[in-house]
């Protein structure tokens, strides 16, 4: 890894002798912010891990390092777009979504920053690792979980069931104190009354105002996307090209998914196609509201889509489909590493491993029609107009 990417501060500042040293997962939201000033305050060895999933530009994620070194805090940034952009893939592939589409842009990030952080928490050093999800929430179960898996023995802490921390910090308004008198720089998508939560795949949006499910979803500020009454009045054309199952190219991107998934991107936001905002099924049994912007994957999802209609059976089609859900809820629950998740990715590699084509899509202010496609596929096609449209033929032969 380069070293600009993965710099560590060889001392760390007002640490006291005797604790376990402590990896905290530093995103730069105002709960991760303030969980690090708390522990700083009790004296605990703490070292801010911050990884690049493509979140923000570099410029910011760079300020949020520098804010923290300014502080006195030891901190590592890590490049993990390509996990990231790994993992996005995957969703694409399997349709792993959960209620209403929702991609699982965070579940998936859990996955993503568990499976590459703890190693290397753990080779620093740190004997338990902190987060700074709330207490009672899907979160805190996906890093509990995950952490089990990846590395197991290694404790974690968490400090929004620490009555120390409550005491500390008993509303999100204390948090934003604490961090501004410390100087910190806060993500721009928090704030004592919001919160987001974004990586390469999406951004998940919450708010006091947002839960209330009498709150129109036109409230929210998208994080990078416009609406599709402000997006330009003239559509684009973008061509998505599959290969064995999986992106290869966006409107020339090449097949690196960090560079397909941010060209995807890019399109989605500038035409409007972003918004998934559902009441969905929380791990705990509960529900709750969601808004998600994930314009890439929207974007992507209908080629892919398309590709899958002319290049699977009906018995294909609905076994994918079944195993898409199996997925999805994998996923959501932080089950992702599990056999029966293992199990359903093999069924469906099996059933889109030869699978190739393009398809040129047209998006206009939220809109996204096909184009046109060119699909390789031992499906045979049927018509009816091009045998005379009195009967209906298998594509290259002469009868029904």
Request: charged share 25%; hydrophobic share 40%; proline share 5%.
């Amino acid at each position: 890894m380069s070293p600009a990417i993965h710099q560590r501060k060889e001392e760390v500042v007002g640490i006291a002798d005797g604790n376990p040293r402590t990896g905290l997962f530093q995103s730069g939201g105002l709960s991760s912010l303030a969980v690090g000033v708390w522990l700083r305050e009790t004296s605990a060895p703490v070292r801010h891990y911050i990884a690049d999933i493509g979140q923000s530009d570099r410029a910011e994620i760079d300020g949020l390092a520098s804010s923290l070194r300014d502080s006195g805090a030891d901190v590592v940034v890590v490049d993990l777009r390509a996990a990231m952009a790994a993992v996005a893939s995957d969703l694409l592939r399997y349709r792993a979504r959960h209620d209403g589409g929702y991609w699982n842009t965070t579940g998936a990030s859990r996955f993503v920053l568990v499976s590459e952080l703890l190693p290397l928490m753990r080779a620093d050093g740190c004997e338990t690792f902190v987060h700074g999800c709330v207490g009672g929430g899907n979160d805190q179960r996906r890093f509990a979980r995950y952490g089990a898996q990846v590395a197991p023995g290694m404790a974690r802490v968490e400090p929004w069931t620490d009555p120390r921390a409550l005491d500390r910090f008993p509303d999100r308004a204390a948090m934003a104190a604490a961090v501004a008198e410390h100087g910190l720089r806060l993500d721009r998508g928090s704030a004592a009354d919001r919160s987001t939560d974004a990586n390469l795949a999406g951004t998940s949006h919450e708010s006091a105002e947002l839960e209330d499910l009498q709150t129109p979803v036109t409230r929210l500020r998208p994080r990078w996307s416009a609406w599709p009454h402000e997006a330009p009045p003239e559509p684009e054309t973008v061509t998505v090209t599959f290969r064995d199952g999986r992106v290869a190219d966006v409107n020339g991107s090449g097949p690196d998914p960090v560079e397909w998934m941010t060209l995807a991107n890019a399109v989605g936001a500038r035409h409007g196609v972003w918004l998934r905002d559902v009441v969905e099924r929380r791990i705990i049994g509960t529900v709750c509201r969601g808004i998600y912007e994930s314009p890439g994957l929207e974007l992507l999802e209908r080629a892919w889509t398309r590709v899958l209609q002319a290049g699977l059976d009906a018995a294909g089609r609905e076994l994918h489909d079944r195993l898409a859900a199996v997925l999805g809820a994998a996923m959501y629950e932080a089950r992702w590493l599990e056999p029966a998740a293992q199990a359903a990715r093999e069924a469906i590699d099996r059933l889109v491993g030869d699978i190739s084509g393009s398809v040129t899509l047209s998006v206009h202010r939220g809109v996204v029609r096909p184009e046109g496609m060119k699909v390789a596929s031992h499906v045979v096609q049927q018509t009816r107009f091009g045998s005379g449209g009195n009967r209906w033929s298998r594509e290259g032969e002469g009868d029904a």
